[in-house]
């Protein structure tokens, strides 16, 4: 079975088949005739509502809820809303089709790059070669499966593709490589602020699974991340002392700032502004992208009016 082509599939009355992905669990509404589904096939930037006016046969996504799927659909338009009917569907049997195939994702070359940049300046600007061979270790620590690397940094907001947490990681490290430069009295605690930025969001490889929820993401990514960090403490102590490795700690519970642990140091306070910066900044870009009339709407602020934006 190969990948639908969603947008191609689209087109009235075309039977397609092949494999689909759906991201969320889809929701069932009552009809004249009987409940029906309606959901989103997804694959990578084409989202795609899906329809199945029957219940023996949406029976198969409510049994075994969001996945890849093996489907038979037909492109539909109604009121100038084009949509697919789902004839058949069925958890998918192809082994060489997965989730990870649908989703967006950065290429591993390009956040490696990006990585190895960020590296050298803050090299340049005082990072310890001790502290790179920690953060090499942990972030290829066998546990973390190599997810550091490839998982999301959110499941719906900024940088919500594969590699989005590595990403989102190597861009708070340049910022942290202007605040360096911009407040040299930093530089005395730059290997503290490089490694804790590296770690702050690591906990995610815990709270998310390949940008789905995973099943005990309510104990959050600050807790996971401080638990999976205690396995390093002898050798963070070790070469750093015990304040360098409380310090991380509050780094790691208070990063969210006023939406979760309020900090309680001023690394916390610091990365939590970089943080702050980074992913909203994204989101604000991610959100223009993809509006239909070119503003955007802030929960705290109304709409915003656009900013015009070139390609990547
Ligand atoms: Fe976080
Ligand atoms: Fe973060």
Same mark, same amino acid.
């Given at each position: 079975m190969s990948i639908i082509d969603l947008r191609a599939a689209l087109e009235p009355n075309k039977i397609s088949q092949g494999s689909v992905f759906i991201n969320d669990i889809p929701i069932i509404r009552t009809g004249k005739r009987s409940d029906f589904m309606i959901g989103n096939f997804v694959y990578k930037d084409q989202q795609v509502e899906f329809r199945i006016w029957e219940p023996n046969i949406f029976k198969a996504v409510t049994d075994n809820g969001p996945g890849v799927y093996d489907a038979e659909v037909i492109?539909?338009?109604?009121? @100038?809303?084009? !949509?697919?009917? %789902?004839?058949?569907? *069925?958890?998918?049997?192809? @082994?060489n089709i997965k989730k990870s195939d649908f989703l967006m994702s950065i290429p591993p070359i390009i956040l490696e790059a990006n990585w190895q940049r960020v590296r050298e300046r803050l090299s340049e600007l005082g990072v310890s070669d001790k502290c790179w061979s920690l953060i090499d270790d942990v972030i290829n620590d066998p546990e973390l499966d190599g997810r550091f690397q490839t998982e999301g940094a959110a499941i719906r907001y900024h940088d919500n593709i594969i590699g989005g947490l590595m990403h989102h990681t190597t861009k708070m490290l340049r910022i942290l490589s202007s605040l360096l430069e911009n407040n040299p009295e930093l530089l005395a605690s730059s290997d503290l602020l490089c490694f804790s930025i590296v770690v702050h969001d690591i906990g995610k490889v815990f709270e998310y699974d390949n940008l789905e929820v995973a099943p005990y993401w309510y104990s959050s990514h600050? =807790?996971?991340?401080?638990?999976?960090?205690?396995?390093? *403490?002898?050798?963070? %102590?070790?070469? !750093?002392?015990?304040?360098? #490795?409380?310090? =991380?700690?509050? %780094?790691? *519970?208070?990063?969210?700032?006023? #939406?979760?642990?309020?900090?309680?140091?001023?690394? *916390?306070?610091? =990365?939590? #502004? /970089?943080?702050?910066?980074?992913?909203?900044?994204?989101?604000? /870009?991610?959100?223009?992208?993809?509006?239909?009339?070119?503003? /955007?709407?802030?929960?705290?602020?109304?709409?915003?009016?656009g900013l015009r934006l070139g390609d990547k």
């Open positions: 492109g539909n338009s109604f009121n @100038d809303k084009v !949509y697919l009917t %789902v004839r058949s569907i *069925a958890p998918s049997l192809s @082994d600050r =807790v996971r991340g401080i638990e999976f960090l205690t396995k390093y *403490a002898e050798r963070v %102590v070790e070469n !750093y002392g015990e304040e360098f #490795y409380r310090q =991380v700690q509050s %780094v790691i *519970a208070g990063h969210h700032g006023e #939406y979760g642990d309020r900090p309680t140091t001023v690394a *916390a306070a610091i =990365v939590h #502004y /970089i943080d702050t910066m980074e992913s909203q900044v994204t989101r604000l /870009i991610q959100e223009l992208q993809t509006s239909e009339d070119g503003r /955007i709407y802030d929960r705290d602020w109304g709409f915003l009016h």
